[in-house]
């Protein structure tokens, strides 16, 4: 393995620990979310690039689109439970209740 995809691929691991480890704020949560698809566009154009083939060009495009989209959403939901909840901690956060 090189030492690009090693450092992308340990950039994705730790993005997954911060998500499993750290879920004190939806925020945090997010970045994280955010930090892992980035290293996965990041992996995606290196490999595309590396192979040298136009047919996996779009892809990485692709994975950038939905990363665009689930960061706006996220800060959608970030600001619906700022203003219903007062805080953005999860703990607080019980989707039992209306």
Known sequence: MSLPLFS???AFVLGLTGLAFH??????ALL??????LSLFITMALWTLQLESTTLST???????FSACEAS???AL?????RTHGTDNLQNLNLLQC
């Not at 892809?59 to 689109?65: D, E, H, K």
């Not at 970030?78 to 700022?82: D, E």
């Open 8 to 10: 992308f691929a340990s």
């Open 23 to 28: 879920r004190t704020h939806l925020l945090s």
């Open 32 to 37: 994280c979310l955010e930090g892992m698809m």
């Open 59 to 65: 892809a990485p495009m692709l994975l950038l689109t």
């Open 73 to 75: 959403v996220g800060l």
């Open 78 to 82: 970030l600001v619906a439970t700022a």
